[in-house]
């Protein structure tokens, strides 16, 4: 194991908030503007990639107190789910609905059910690329399956 | 019919993302893909009916009007397709939770599987080339997880193989999308098929061969095949049967979709076509012979195989095309249940290579049946399924007068019997002679699920020959369609 950077941990700690609340930005500015759930949820990940990088595996997890495989299955059910829903209401598959309405100091609010949409895909890219992190910078010797993180019985 | 026709690709994304979060809960896991992909059967087959009585019906996503959204179509060709593809998945994950292999020792299983299906029913029903393209990615991501399950090494290596050669395919076919676009300014099929007729000649060749080498890799035609015989059959059972089964005739369906809808009958290269269908056939059949492992074998079966169902688009007639849609029912469903008690036997005998065994019918009476029927019925021995389907293709050939690729296509049969033959007398005749010595035997519960799934198929192969009749003239109203394209196009454009 090699010893922290004092540097690096500072800086991490600082840029992470931030990183954190652009990316929340950008998936909510995604529907008419440059961004959404894709983009956030990348910023997102490399948020939470440095930290990694920063500390250990580990500790990230503990901080995070979630598996990946969780934050993925909920990215994807969540997506999945809002496609489906106008189906029930007689509509096509995908469409979406959206109210405007002014709140007091906020101003007018835009409201879409795709926004929905792009959380899950937000958490989906979130869930997918720590997976990637933690097999990629993982403990060889800890036999986790490569996909859910899961123990792998059949390597045995 | 608007919900209907999204559920086979939307329900099993959501079975995905539930069974992701249940990775350590196999039970439950096992019941929603179960559930799902019977659903998923049961939507298709109502699709089927109605559109047979209807006419062809489409959806725009996300209430974009065509050509600009993407419509999601479906036919008679796609609803046949889309019926026989789920009742394999389903009938496939059965088996794989009875065989002691890939599942059993994968929480990733599941998850992928229901991707896996949700991409294969994409790709049969969009009606949009780039939407096509992304089906192919969502299948092709899924089918990377799924061969190297296990992560051995000659499971990786092939991976690496199979990897490989399909994002070259995948790059070949985006820039294929991107000259089409640039030439017509649109990705819709129904579109293409009004604006590719006014295009210049050759650009409009150009165009059809570039579409024909990128679904050839898929489908493993003649010059391309070469990274199939070997990726498919280190994968995990159950998974290469589903393979087997389903992933090659996406291909094909690409194949005679885009050639049947997207270009004029002018400029559609049928010599060309009937050429590669024979040279796949003998090739196949060649290679199958020069193995002597029972999936290596059926493996280059299904090259063989893939030439047969080429052979009938190369026609470009009603008989030509009904005779290729009959094939490719039947072929899935022998193909997946030849597998299937392949993987029996190895199960049972510890190998399957035809060296190392012996005497399985004497082992397993019940299996060396459910092997004799799929066997002979590909072979195309009347009164199998196979015998219909080749009896079809060989009538079409003769009325429009390619004796060539009719006497090819006899001969091939003539050396699949022999092929067929060999694994039968070298693995179910003879005394018995197996690797195992019952540490290998699955659980009896196990055993009565792999079986019971294997039989279905094979049940249901039996009943494609009984009423051969009624399917065949499905399939001809089927090559209709696919001639007369107005309809299809009316239905995604509007009138």
Excluded: C
């Excluded at chain 2, 991707?115 to 790709?123: D, K, P, R, V, W």
């Excluded at chain 2, 819709?188 to 006014?198: E, F, Q, S």
Aim: proline share 4%; hydrophobic share 55%.
């Amino acid at each position: 194991m090699i010893g922290r950077s004092l540097i690096l941990d500072t800086t991490v700690r600082f840029v992470f908030d931030a990183a954190v609340v652009l990316s929340v930005y950008l998936l909510f500015s995604g529907h008419n503007q440059p961004g959404g759930g894709f983009v956030g949820g990348l910023v997102a990940a490399s948020a939470i990639a440095l930290r990694y990088i920063a500390s250990e595996s580990d500790d990230v997890r503990f901080i995070l107190g979630i598996r990946p495989a969780t934050v993925l299955s909920m990215g994807l059910t969540l997506a999945a789910a809002t496609s489906i829903a106008p189906l029930l209401f007689g509509l096509g598959p995908l469409d979406h609905q959206s109210v405007e309405w002014s709140v007091q100091v906020l101003g007018a609010v835009h409201l879409s059910t795709a926004t929905v949409f792009d959380t899950g895909v937000y958490l989906i890219v979130i869930g997918l690329l720590l997976r990637i992190v933690e097999a990629l910078g993982d403990d060889p010797d800890d036999v986790t399956d490569p996909v859910t993180g899961g123990p792998d019985e059949g390597r045995s | 019919m608007n919900t209907l026709i999204a559920l086979p690709v939307m329900l099993p994304l959501l079975g995905a993302g539930v069974a992701v979060g249940l990775v350590h809960r196999r039970v439950a896991q096992r019941l929603i893909s179960v559930m799902i992909l019977s659903v998923v059967t049961l939507s298709s087959v109502v699709m089927l009916i109605r559109v047979d009585h209807d006419g062809p019906f489409s959806v725009q996503v996300g209430d974009w009007a065509s050509p600009i959204g993407i419509s999601l179509v479906v036919d008679r060709f796609a609803a046949i397709m889309l019926v026989v593809a789920s009742v394999m998945l389903l009938a496939v994950v059965v088996f794989a939770i009875g065989h002691p292999g890939a599942e059993s020792g994968h929480g990733s299983f599941h998850p992928v599987y229901l991707i896996l299906a949700a991409g294969i029913a994409m790709a049969f029903l969009t009606g949009d080339l780039f939407n096509l393209f992304v089906a192919f990615e969502v299948t092709l991501m899924a089918s990377y997880v799924l061969i190297t399950l296990g992560g051995r090494l000659d499971q990786v290596r092939n991976g690496m193989t199979y990897i490989v050669i399909n994002l070259i395919a995948s790059t070949v076919f985006l820039i294929s999308l991107a000259f089409i676009y640039a030439a017509t300014g649109t990705v819709n099929l129904a579109d293409l098929h009004v604006k590719i007729a006014d295009l210049p000649d050759g650009v409009r060749s150009g165009l059809a061969v570039l579409l024909m080498v990128v679904f050839g890799v898929k489908a493993a035609l003649f010059p391309l095949f070469f990274w199939l015989p070997d990726s498919y059959p280190t994968a995990s059972l159950p998974i290469t049967a589903v393979f087997a089964g389903l992933l090659t005739k996406v291909g094909v369906y690409a194949i005679i979709r885009s050639q049947t809808l997207l270009f004029p009958i002018d400029t559609r290269p049928g010599g060309l076509l009937l050429l590669i269908a024979g040279l796949t056939m003998v090739v196949g059949v060649l290679g199958a012979i020069s193995r002597n492992d029972m999936k290596r074998i059926l493996s280059f079966h299904i090259v063989s195989q893939i030439g047969y169902m080429m052979m009938g688009l190369g026609l470009f007639t009603i008989a030509g095309l009904a005779g290729a849609v009959f094939y490719i029912v039947h072929h899935i469903v022998v193909k997946t249940s030849l597998f299937l008690v392949a993987g029996l036997v190895e199960q049972r005998a510890g190998s399957s290579e035809l060296a190392r065994i012996s005497g399985v019918a004497r082992l397993e009476p019940l299996l060396a049946v459910l092997f004799l029927v799929p066997a002979l019925s590909l072979a195309g021995i009347p009164p199998f399924s196979g015998f219909v389907a080749k009896l079809a293709l060989v009538e079409a050939g003769l009325s429009s007068q390619e004796y060539l690729i009719v006497v090819a296509s006899l001969v091939v049969s003539l050396l699949t019997i022999y092929s067929m033959n060999k694994i039968w007398s070298n693995a179910f005749w003879g005394r018995i002679v197996t690797e195992s010595n019952g540490s290998l035997a699955p659980a009896r519960s196990g055993w009565v699920l792999m079986t019971g799934a294997t039989a279905t198929l094979v049940a249901i192969s039996i009943a494609i020959a009984v009423w051969a009749g009624p399917l065949y003239a499905f399939s001809q109203r089927t090559a209709g369609d696919l001639i007369e394209t107005h309809t299809y196009v009316e239905r995604v454009l509007g009138p």
